[in-house]
């Protein structure tokens, strides 16, 4: 019996990495350029949109340089649409 305990602890222990690397299902983004469709450009939007008044600016636009695309560069505000539009550009045909 103590043997057994002691295995399913040591397997416990051997797994715990792996479980801790499982995000939240929808939360997942990609950095800018390496978006597959639409959906991806439109959840890093809304990922950056911190307060979803539809426009990046101010602090949002310096937290969230890894998923703008760069060539709308990091001053001003960005719209949603100017973003997706630059989004979208880099995206694989057929995304």
């Given at each position: 019996m103590r043997k057994l305990m002691v295995a399913t602890v040591l397997l416990t222990l051997c797994m715990s990495p792996a479980f801790a690397q499982i995000g939240t299902?929808?939360?997942?983004?990609?950095?800018?350029?390496?978006?597959?469709?639409?959906?991806?450009?439109?959840?890093?939007?809304?990922l950056a949109d911190r307060n979803g008044d539809g426009v990046?600016?101010?602090?949002?636009?310096?937290?969230?340089?890894?998923?703008?695309?760069?060539?709308?560069?990091?001053?001003?505000?960005?719209?949603?649409?100017e973003f997706l539009d630059a989004c979208m550009a880099v995206v694989p045909r057929g995304g």
């Open positions: 299902p929808g939360n997942e983004t990609k950095p800018t350029g390496e978006e597959d469709n639409q959906a991806e450009c439109i959840a890093n939007f809304r990046l600016s101010g602090d949002e636009l310096a937290s969230a340089r890894a998923v703008i695309p760069t060539d709308l560069g990091l001053s001003g505000p960005i719209g949603f649409q």
